[in-house]
């Protein structure tokens, strides 16, 4: 079955699937925790996503500059990316060439898209007992093909931007170009991994690009860790909600000598080992994991205490491996 993600599109195709598939309301599912709410719960919350309407969110309009005039070398160094040596490079070694923002940015992406050896030796452990022939005779084998499509257009070439909502629904950008099935699955990393390689990378970010390449900032977005674990219930049917908030970024203002916490839930953060679906060379999100974040994110408006969800509109950030998609939505 096609994904939720890429067919119900409007009110009119939701409609229609719903009566097709016979689905059920919110009040007739049992209740689960978020990890396993599926294609039923985007039924019953009647979710509907909604096409990509910019490149750019209006908010970074007045920081998009026609080329690298304005950028920071830290950030044209990020945008540039890893050398194929950075890639074997060990994470002190990195860090003390590049700096600490970008050293760690490198490391984190060696755990994923490095050579072999540093991949392995981080990910599985080196028991010191097999050769490295015997490992690699070990190892599954594949035919070698060629995974670039005829229309493919190399990411150096392309200006990454991010999505912005003009209606209800969902909508997403992503600064994948293509991504190939088999290498995306055998690469797949622990989900910790794809975690702190988001860590890294929005944190240079948020350091280094405009508007906040500046020490002088009475407000500033910050990325936030801490994963925490949240309930919630259901107004109308008390239905009890569970789920994990990941981190994401939050928003800090001067008081005084210190900055304290003004937006606990700037964008909430979603980290998964890999898209389980990808089409035409493009990741497309799962039903599993569209249902999850609508969970999390019912459950982040239902525990509202500064009140950030007050008018619906809230986004989501989901790195997967190496990928990154921006998810920006509406609770009406």
Not at 140 to 145: D, F, L, T
Not at 147 to 171: C, R
Not at 270 to 294: H, Y
């Amino acid at each position: 079955m096609a994904p939720y993600f890429a067919t119900v599109t409007s009110e009119s195709t939701f409609r229609a699937r719903f009566a097709a598939e016979e689905r059920k309301t919110f009040s007739e599912l049992r209740e689960v925790s978020a990890s396993e709410w599926g294609r039923e719960h985007l039924f019953a919350c009647r979710v509907v996503p909604r096409e990509t309407q910019h490149n750019i969110l209006p908010v970074l309009l007045p920081y998009a500059f026609p080329g690298d005039a304005h950028t920071s070398p830290e950030i044209i160094d990020f945008l540039d990316g890893p050398t194929g040596e950075h890639m074997g490079q060990s994470e002190h070694l990195l860090v003390r060439n590049c700096g600490i923002s970008l050293g760690n940015i490198w490391a984190a992406m060696a755990l994923l898209k490095g050579h072999r050896n540093r991949r392995r030796t981080d990910i599985k452990g080196d028991s010191g007992d097999e050769s490295d022939s015997e490992v690699e005779e070990s190892r599954p084998k594949r035919i070698r093909r060629n995974t670039t499509p005829e229309n493919f257009v190399n990411s150096s070439m392309i200006q990454i931007g991010s999505s912005s909502p003009t209606g209800e629904g969902s909508q997403v950008a992503s600064s994948v170009g293509y991504v190939d099935v088999a290498s995306h699955t055998l690469l797949m990393p622990p989900e910790d991994g794809t975690l702190r390689l988001a860590s890294c990378a929005i944190r240079h970010i948020l350091y280094f690009a405009p508007p906040q390449d500046s020490s002088r900032l009475a407000t500033v977005v910050e990325f936030r860790d801490a994963k925490t674990r949240l309930t919630a219930c259901t107004p109308v049917l008390e239905r009890r909600l569970v789920a994990t908030d990941d981190g994401g970024l939050c928003l800090r203002q001067r008081s005084n000598d210190s900055f304290t916490v003004v937006k606990n839930r700037v964008a909430l953060l979603e980290a998964k080992r890999r898209f389980q679906c990808i089409e035409n060379g493009k990741p497309v999100i799962s039903d599993n994991c569209l249902a999850q974040m609508t969970c999390e994110a019912l459950v982040a408006r239902l525990t509202d205490p500064l009140k950030e969800f007050r008018h619906g509109r809230y986004s989501t950030v989901l790195p997967a491996t190496s990928t990154v998609m921006f998810l920006a939505d509406n609770i009406i």
